[in-house]
DNA sequence: GCTATATTCAACCCATAGGTTGAATATATG
DNA sequence: CATATATTCAACCTATGGGTTGAATATAGC
């Protein structure tokens, strides 16, 4: 049960650096120097970060001349969620165990 | 910004063991041992996964005598689930300009 | 053609991750 | 009490991660 998609988005996702360049890409398409800009860190660690979320499938990279465009592929994102999502179900049955539990102690009163 | 919580969920689920662990606890408390018991590893590397989603508040440890009890504490998911869930409305823009560019095409048919 | 810009490649450093084995600790059980 | 069971602790190993610096490569602009 090799899921390699989830193994990278979720490693990928782990650094706060890169999740705020996600959280960047979701305004649009930007290159490898805008991303950077913000961060207290060299271009090319950022230029890494990219290289991660590239290979975890998060971004996809166009190049135009010596400039590389990066945009943001939701898909990966999207797996993460329908994981997440199997837990809703789990959360639901606790509450309702927890309604049962309050529903029954009512009962006492 | 620092959210170590998603920082510790997301580093704590991208390995393929501690997903497994999570699955399983889905269905039901367990202890260290049923948990180990299916994967091909040592007693001792199970442990440490436990211990590492402990840590990133994914699971609970209650002690019963010798025996551990680890639940599932679905929180830091619901964080991830919710992190992930504002690149809906990302996905939904994709969606809104591909029905618009069918729609364009429609006319010219 | 020369220089500046955008980017990766390569080598290195140090900390952490995931695994192992071998104690140590605490609680059950006969 | 003696032994078996459930678990962590500790030390170790190797690989990977995130950062740095210093080239190398490719394209743009004068």
């Known amino acids: 049960m090799t899921t390699p998609v989830l193994d990278l988005a979720f490693a990928a996702l782990s ?3 890169r999740r705020e360049i ?4 979701a305004k649009g ?8 800009q913000p961060f207290d860190m ?11 979320l590239e290979r975890a ?5 166009t190049r135009a001349g010596r400039e590389h465009h990066i945009a943001l592929d939701p898909k990966p994102i999207r797996r993460i969620a329908g994981w997440a999502s ?22 006492r009163d």
Chains 1, 2 share one sequence.
């Open 29 to 36: 398409a930007a290159r490898v120097t805008d991303l950077a």
């Open 15 to 17: 650094d706060p650096t």
């Open 57 to 61: 499938g998060l971004v996809r990279r």
């Open 22 to 25: 996600v959280q960047r890409l």
């Open 86 to 107: 199997r837990y809703e179900r789990f959360w639901s049955d606790r509450l309702d165990k927890l309604e049962a539990f309050l529903k029954a102690n009512r009962k």
């Open 42 to 52: 060299s271009f090319n660690a950022v230029s890494k970060h990219v290289m991660v």
